[in-house]
């Protein structure tokens, strides 16, 4: 298995600009998250979901974030419009189940200018 | 609030010593511990603890939970420069996992 596959690696964008972060969780897991870390604030949950169906958004930011999962192997967080501040790695995580420890992807480094 | 609290911090040894990591939390509808290394990039898993008393150990790592006193410790022993990350402990809250803010453990040679 690939693993979670996230994309792209790296993103510079300035503010303002909508941002795209993908993710393809491993097949057959249920569960994905969208974490975000920062040195100030470690990893943060912003969402994540069961079977494709948003179960807690309460980390996700402000309304600038969304998140979808349109089918269970591709997920995307958007950020519209950017702010500096937004600036971190964005990780995706999935599990097969809540009983097992979470796969984490490579991340995103966003950096927002 | 949840919190998880990780000591120390950081810290530096040399090749052969023995360290101990850890990880003491409060946070509602606890089932387990996770235990993550985060080299460069995305954090790998290390253990899932869910029961007391129960020591899991992966070569030189192992690790201990205690349920009573919300706290866990991870043990590496013989370290090498390769064991050089952040350790990372979460554990649960209801349905997910609060990360700590980890230990940056640096094996000198």
């Known amino acids: 298995d690939a693993g979670v596959i996230q994309s792209p690696r790296h993103e510079v964008t300035e503010m303002g600009q909508e941002v795209t972060l993908r993710c393809k969780p491993i097949s057959g897991h249920d569960y994905l998250f969208w974490y975000r870390q920062t040195m100030m604030r470690g990893l943060e949950l912003l969402i994540y979901?069961?079977?494709?169906?948003?179960?807690?958004d309460s980390g996700m930011p402000e309304d600038r974030f969304s998140a979808k999962m349109p089918n269970a192997s591709f997920s995307t967080l958007k950020i519209q419009p950017s702010e500096p501040r937004d600036s971190a790695v964005y990780f995706c995580?999935?599990?097969?189940?809540?009983?097992?420890?979470?796969?984490f992807g490579s991340g995103t480094r966003l950096t927002v200018v | 609030e949840d919190k998880v609290v990780q000591s120390p911090l950081s810290l530096v040894v040399h090749e052969g010593d023995t360290v101990t990591l850890n990880c003491s939390y409060e946070?509602?509808?606890?089932?387990?511990l996770l235990w993550y290394k985060q080299e460069k990039k995305a954090p790998t898993f290390l253990f899932m603890l869910t029961s007391s008393g129960i020591e899991k150990k992966s070569g030189r790592l192992s690790s201990i939970l205690d349920k009573k006193e919300l706290f866990s410790i991870l043990n590496i022993t013989a370290t090498q420069t390769g064991d050089s990350a952040v350790y990372l402990c979460?554990?649960?809250?209801?349905?997910?996992?609060?990360f700590g803010p980890g230990t940056r453990l640096s094996v000198l040679p």
């Open positions: 946070v509602t509808n606890f089932r387990s």
């Open positions: 979460a554990p649960s809250h209801g349905q997910n996992f609060v």
């Open positions: 995580a999935s599990s097969f189940s809540l009983n097992y420890g979470y796969t």
């Open positions: 979901f069961n079977n494709n169906v948003p179960i807690d």
